[in-house]
């Protein structure tokens, strides 16, 4: 078990697997973002069956290549790679498992900057002794691993190599958990007025709409526009500040200000808006029946993009869209399609028990009915239009969540640190190995570097001339 | 007036191009030795007139960091800028001018270039809302410096291919390859402004990641400039690695450090619109 469990581990976290990995990454992205030029370039050309293969990449390219579950598993693998890369170098593990010779081979690099070799007839009875303060001395105080007919010494210089090692790697394991914790953010959008709170955000999973509810209600005090940097009269560049609040029961309320792109962060949420406010339509009184034999007659009053809850069946009933007649002459005619038929029109969303969407339809001042096979029958009509203030704006906030963000902050400085500490600070490793042969003994000198290979490769020489002093008996 | 400082600064890269020119061909250590200084005080210029564009930029009411790059102009000086240092600080380590006469006429052309003759605008512009932000000065300088470190790689490789090969596999000139320092240390400059632009990338790529969390609510949207960044990184990341394995080092390393330049390249003409459309740009 331990065997191939040390087999398992070596080749996750061998280099060439790394390499391998890092590969077929970058053709994969690669291919991803020139998926338009390739197409293309196959359609233009006209080879024979050009077309045809032009068109099945172009389904095979329809969904993202990225929430693909092959590119999610090449993802699980490079994170495989960079937990066994780091395990493999635990002393701790090594012994678990048994394995010397792997943590030989992983301390020195495949092919060592500077290896040689001689043979002693005899060794001095103090020479490992020797070895191990000459080495202690020199570098630092050597790890021994011994097995039957071989002993290895190793001494390095410059130990945070090693732990730029776990830093970077680590860092790297860090930000892809907080990738994969943010995989469960929600993002979404919320349309507030001057004065209006909510606490629903609105956003679509897998296609369909739903909301998710947030544990405080957000309330957009104030929002005016900010005058276009001095000397660029361009009004292009105007923004808009937005004063909200985020209103939790007991506490006190909090403010904060969003101005153009700037964001706000507060309590697990980011808030931010949208360029500019969105002209607000006429407000209409929505007469709604629910359930089928003669429901419980409601009168709603909602402008767009306003919610109710109907106490009888917990649903929320949503007005998306508002077509006026007046509004949609010639063009516009055929977005609003049937409702041109009637003075106002306006598509009504009915959210359910799981918040998702289960009714959407155009209403009219005639009744509609909604009714789908196990869901509460609906009937809209609009009983009223009440024109609004023209100067009334409607700003969309984009509220997100950041579920794994500090983990991704946190990851990347660590990262960023560890790259530093392997490639700015000088490292430098020897190994000594004295196995018997026949008639005496070899004892091979191998050294390795981060920085200044011709500087190790005058040192290891030098401690090479010192280990055959120590040996000679 | 920091227009004409720049101007001023410009010429004094040329002197100094001319001056390595004369040192790689004549061989004269008093000629290199003035080469170094002129560039050390035009680099001293250089820095003076970003100290004064800042505080003009206060001055007009703008009050924000050249170091945003809202124009060519912006990013070639500062591009000129970091280059120069790199380079200052590579012959300091590295105790070789040779290198001078690859650098310094880039840099001094660029200038020249950026000052008037490619009839760039070098107004101080006012920054659109979404460029605002201190995030974003860290973002694109780090990105700016690690491509000019990338830049030196990509010219140390090339020199490195000229030293120990000409075109069609002939033996590099004598003339050239005398002038030229040793291809371990051309392997070495390449391998160590590579591992600084690696740094300098991750936290280009990290300050950027930031910044799409607070504009777009999202740290990475696979938007084509962001495929390309991580296109690099990983290329860049296989250059390292293989090097550490010592699979690749000399010609062959020579070669991927200048394809993943290419790949750098690429990537930021993407950034500035040029081959893919992409949020990345402002003006979107």
């Known amino acids: 078990m331990n065997r191939l469990l040390n087999r398992t581990l070596t080749h996750m976290a061998s280099i060439n697997f790394t390499i391998m990995l890092l590969v077929m990454f970058l053709l994969t992205i690669l291919t991803d973002t020139m998926q338009d030029g390739i197409i293309s370039f196959v359609r233009g050309v006209r080879l024979p069956g050009g077309n045809a293969v032009a068109n099945w990449l172009n389904g095979y390219f329809s969904a993202e290549v990225h929430d693909s579950r092959w590119f999610k598993l090449l993802l699980v693998l490079f994170i495989l790679n960079l937990l066994a890369c780091m395990t493999k170098r635990m002393p701790g593990t090594l012994k678990m498992l048994a394995a010397p010779a792997s943590e030989e081979a992983c301390r ?106 947030l544990d405080y209600r957000i309330r957009l005090d104030r929002c005016v526009p900010v005058d276009p940097p001095a000397g660029d009269a361009d009004s292009a560049w105007r923004t808009y500040r937005s004063t909200i609040s985020m209103l939790r029961e007991g506490t006190h309320d909090e403010k904060g200000t969003l101005e153009g792109y700037r964001t706000l962060a507060a309590h697990g949420i980011r808030v931010g808006q949208s360029r500019s406010p969105e002209k607000d339509g006429p407000q209409l009184t929505l007469s709604l029946r629910a359930g089928k034999a003669g429901g419980k007659h409601r009168t709603f009053s909602l402008r767009r993009h306003q919610c109710c809850s109907i106490p009888e069946t917990g649903n929320v009933v949503r007005l998306k869209e508002v077509f006026v007649s007046d509004d949609y002459p010639g063009a516009s005619r055929k977005k609003a399609g049937r ?18 969407l289960i009714h959407k339809s155009l209403v009219t001042t005639h009744p509609v009915s909604l009714e789908q096979p196990g869901q509460e029958a609906y009937e809209f009509r609009i009983t009223g239009v009440e024109k609004n203030d023209p100067s009334s704006d409607c700003m969309r906030l984009l509220v997100c969540t950041e579920p794994g963000g500090s983990l991704i902050w946190i990851g990347a400085a660590i990262a960023i640190a560890g790259f530093s500490l392997i490639f700015l600070l000088s490292h430098r490793r020897i190994r000594v190995a004295i196995e018997k042969s026949g008639d005496g003994y070899f004892i091979t000198v191998a050294g390795w570097t981060s920085r200044n290979p011709d500087g190790l490769k005058h040192y290891a020489g030098l401690i090479k001339e010192l280990v055959r002093h120590c040996a000679a008996a | ?57 206060y001055k007009l009411g703008m009050g924000h960091s050249p170091l945003s790059f809202f124009t060519l102009y912006e990013t070639i000086i500062f591009a000129c800028w970091s280059l120069t240092l790199m380079y200052l600080f590579l012959e300091h380590l590295f105790r070789t001018r040779a290198l001078g006469i690859f650098v310094l006429p880039f840099i001094s052309l660029a200038m020249l270039g950026a000052s008037g003759s490619l009839g760039m605008s070098s107004r ?85 990641a930031y910044r799409a969390k607070i504009i777009w609510g999202r740290y990475w949207s696979w938007d084509p400039v962001e495929a390309g960044s991580l296109i690099m990184w990983l290329l860049y990341a296989l250059i390292l690695h293989g ?42």
């Open chain 1, 108 to 213: 020195m690099p495949a092919a060592p900057l500077f290896e040689d070799r001689f043979t002693v007839a005899a060794l001095r009875a103090d020479f490992e002794q020797r070895l191990y303060h000459l080495l202690a001395e020199r570098l630092s105080r050597p790890a021994v691993y011994r097995t039957a007919g071989r002993s290895v010494f190793f001494s390095q210089r410059g130990k945070c190599f090693h732990g730029g090692f776990y830093l970077a790697h680590g860092g790297l394991l860090l930000v892809l958990a907080g990738g994969l914790f943010g995989q469960s953010a929600l993002s979404g959008e919320m349309f507030l007025r001057e004065g209006d709170a909510d606490d629903k955000v609105f956003f679509n999973k897998n296609g369909i709409p739903c909301f998710g509810k």
């Open chain 1, 339 to 356: 409702a041109a038929l009637a003075p106002c029109a306006a598509t009504v969303e009915v959210y359910g028990d799981n918040r998702s």
């Open chain 2, 1 to 57: 007036m920091n227009v004409a400082l720049f101007s001023a600064v410009s010429y004094i890269y040329l002197f100094s191009s001319l001056a390595y020119c004369g040192y790689f061909f004549f061989r004269v250590d008093e000629v290199g030795k003035a080469a170094t200084g002129i560039t050390a005080a035009g680099i001293f210029a250089h820095t003076a007139a970003y100290a004064l564009r800042w505080f003009e930029s």
């Open chain 2, 124 to 208: 101080i512009e006012a920054l659109p809302p979404v460029l605002k932000g201190n995030v974003l000065a860290y973002h694109v300088t780090t990105c700016m410096m690690s491509l000019t470190a990338f830049l030196i790689a990509c010219i140390a490789a090339g020199l490195l291919l000229l030293a120990t090969k000409a075109p069609g596999n002939m033996p590099a000139p004598a003339a050239l390859s005398n002038r030229l320092p040793l291809p371990q240390v051309l392997d070495d400059i390449c391998y160590k402004a590579t591992a600084v632009g690696f740094i300098l990338f991750s936290m280009a790529m990290a300050t950027g």
């Open chain 2, 243 to 284: 090097r550490y394995q010592r699979w690749w080092g000399g010609t062959t390393g020579a070669l991927l450090s200048i394809a993943a330049f290419a790949a750098a390249i690429c990537s930021f003409l993407i950034a500035a619109n040029r081959l893919m459309t992409s949020a990345h740009y402002p003006i979107q």
